[in-house]
Nanobody, 123 residues
């Protein structure tokens, strides 16, 4: 069983930046692809970015591709989501999740989930 500690959420103005962190423990971190997902009020869970266990490959949703960067430090068991030029539509609860095998932006294939961290963006 994996344990997650997410941090870095907060309230910002549009155009500002935040970096989310997710520390994962309980197993060999590099065995897991990690994804970041978000749920806006009244909307479905949405895949934001995902990264392979090695950190060599990543994918991001079209809506964030030019603004968000996912990365990981396997020595620190940590995955990051650097979010630049935040927009009000980026607001929501952000979750990190882990799975074995290939990375994916589909939340349904992830086995382990963190508790989430709130991101609020004011216009």
């Amino acid at each position: 069983q994996l344990q997650f500690v997410e941090s870095g959420g907060g309230s910002v103005q549009a155009g500002e930046s935040l970096t989310l962190s997710c520390v994962v423990s309980g197993s060999t971190f590099s065995d897991y692809a990690i994804g970041w997902f978000r749920r806006a009020p009244g909307k479905e869970l949405e895949g934001v970015s995902c990264i392979t266990g090695s950190g060599k490959s990543a994918t991001s949703a079209d809506s964030v591709r030019d603004r968000f960067t996912i990365s990981r430090d396997n020595a620190r068991n940590t995955v990051y989501l650097q979010m630049n030029n935040l927009k009000p539509e980026d607001a929501g609860v952000y979750y990190c999740a882990a799975k074995t095998g290939v990375r994916s932006l589909h939340p349904g294939v992830y086995d382990y989930w963190g508790q989430g961290t709130q991101v609020t963006v004011s216009s």
